[in-house]
């Protein structure tokens, strides 16, 4: 760990970063070369392995050798992350506070919301009054 750099899941993630996390989400734990191979616009090996080597030093993967190669899975679970991701976002744009998301999300000028998500929604509210 880079001293300065935090592990907390809370910072942004570059592009190419975005796009292990989520492919590491999906295969649980993959080396360079199966990420480099399922990549978009795949970046030379080299690239991915210094990406990865970043991504290990800021605290977002974890690896263990397996005979010659690395394999790596991240170092955060896919909740904990997609809660950080959130709680991000509403900090930065909804001054920390969920109902002016929604507010948002349901706003006509802003989504063409179809009736089955109009009741998904109210399912989910109803849910967490219950």
Same mark, same amino acid.
């Given at each position: 760990?880079?001293?300065?750099?935090?592990? +907390?899941? *809370?910072? +942004?993630?570059?592009?190419? /970063?975005?796009?292990?996390?989520?492919?590491?989400?999906?295969?649980?734990? !993959? #080396?360079?070369?199966?990420?480099?191979?399922?990549?978009?616009?795949?970046? +030379?090996?080299?690239?991915?392995? !210094?990406?990865? !080597?970043?991504?290990?030093?800021?605290?977002?993967?974890?690896?263990?050798? /397996? #005979? $010659? $190669?690395?394999?790596?899975?991240? #170092?955060?679970? /896919?909740?904990? !992350?997609?809660? +950080?991701?959130?709680?991000?976002?509403? #900090?930065?744009?909804?001054?920390? $506070?969920?109902?002016?998301?929604?507010?948002?999300?349901?706003?006509?000028?802003?989504? *063409?919301?179809?009736?089955?998500?109009?009741?998904?929604?109210?399912?989910?509210?109803?849910?967490? *009054?219950?």
């Amino acid at each position: 760990m880079v001293p300065g750099v935090s592990k +907390s899941p *809370n910072q +942004s993630l570059a592009r190419r /970063e975005r796009q292990v996390m989520d492919l590491l989400y999906q295969l649980g734990e !993959a #080396s360079a070369q199966e990420l480099q191979e399922r990549l978009p616009d795949p970046p +030379s090996y080299s690239a991915v392995r !210094a990406l990865l !080597a970043t991504m290990h030093e800021k605290g977002l993967v974890t690896h263990r050798k /397996e #005979s $010659r $190669r690395y394999l790596y899975k991240p #170092s955060v679970s /896919e909740k904990t !992350a997609k809660r +950080s991701a959130l709680n991000q976002l509403l #900090s930065t744009f909804f001054e920390g $506070r969920p109902e002016k998301l929604v507010a948002s999300l349901l706003d006509p000028r802003d989504q *063409n919301l179809s009736d089955e998500e109009i009741a998904s929604i109210r399912k989910l509210i109803k849910k967490q *009054n219950s």
